[in-house]
């Protein structure tokens, strides 16, 4: 295959992950995956002589130096890192417990944080590279029931918008990928975790938990198609910072893209006032 990349994707037994190991093979790149659980990596992706399936927890450093390393000694060299281990977590900032709230950002971010610090000696070396950090349209506009979760969704949006300047000089690049719902397990309980102290006042919590978790299966999203679409984005010369997958996303964003444009403008005078 005259393009063929090495992808390094986190959290690859399901979900996007899986729907995106299984499009890069079929494609004919090479992909080391990870899940904490390799036997279920290795039945839901099969087997290849371009897969590599490595056991590693994001939460675990050790294991992420040691899967990328693996990856490279497999493979010659890793172009494209895909952060997409990660689970949701619903309740109000009251209801989530510091271990429930900090079990979240360990996963989320700081998994994250993991890979892109052992991937980054190989990416300078080679002058070259693409990291993608999957975040959610969650990390653009939050709603009512996810604070925590857009919480850690943000947190990876900032962190790849400096991320992406860090790293320029050295020919890397780094991409937002921001999905809405897709027809994968998100929604089901092994993938999303909802608080075990609900208070009963926050009913407008309750009634967005409810909604959003009756969606499972309905979603609008295609995760084969939001597969492709990555593929297509690694292959860019020049990628976007931000790439949103599915039309919920679009409208969500710019709903938010108007809202705050308007409160900006409105409270303009009193914005300016603070100066010398």
Do not use: C
């Not at 610090?117 to 950090?133: E, F, K």
């Not at 400096?162 to 890397?172: C, M, P, T, V, Y």
Request: no cysteine; charged share 20%; glycine share 8%.
């Amino acid at each position: 295959m005259e393009n063929k990349q090495i992808w390094f994707i986190t959290g690859a037994s399901k979900g996007l992950g899986l729907s995106l190991v299984k499009n890069l093979l079929n494609a004919g790149h090479a992909v080391a995956a990870t899940s904490r659980k390799l036997d279920e990596l290795v039945n839901a992706a099969g087997t290849n002589d371009n897969f590599l399936p490595l056991q590693a927890d994001v939460k675990d450093e050790a294991a992420i130096a040691s899967a990328i390393k693996s990856t490279v000694e497999k493979f010659g060299r890793v172009d494209v890192v895909v952060n997409n281990a990660g689970y949701g977590i619903g309740g109000s900032v009251e209801e989530l417990s510091d271990t429930e709230t900090r079990d979240s950002f360990d996963v989320n971010v700081f998994g994250s944080l993991n890979v892109i610090r052992q991937a980054m000696p190989y990416l300078r070396t080679q002058r070259s590279g693409h990291i993608i950090n999957i975040s959610s349209i969650a990390g653009i506009t939050a709603n009512t029931g996810w604070a925590i979760y857009a919480a850690t969704k943000y947190a990876l949006v900032g962190l790849t918008e400096s991320l992406a300047a860090d790293i320029k000089e050295f020919g890397i690049k780094a991409t937002i990928v921001a999905p809405g719902g897709f027809r994968t397990n998100f929604l089901e309980p092994d993938s999303i975790y909802i608080g075990k102290n609900p208070i009963p006042e926050y009913t407008a919590v309750r009634a967005t938990h409810d909604r959003y978790l009756k969606m499972s299966g309905n979603q609008a999203g295609d995760p084969d198609k939001a597969a492709v679409a990555m593929i297509e984005l690694a292959a860019m010369e020049n990628p976007p910072l931000y790439l949103l997958l599915g039309s919920d996303a679009y409208a969500r964003a710019n709903e938010k893209l108007e809202r705050l444009s308007a409160e900006i403008k409105q409270y303009e005078a009193r914005t300016k006032s603070t100066d010398f």
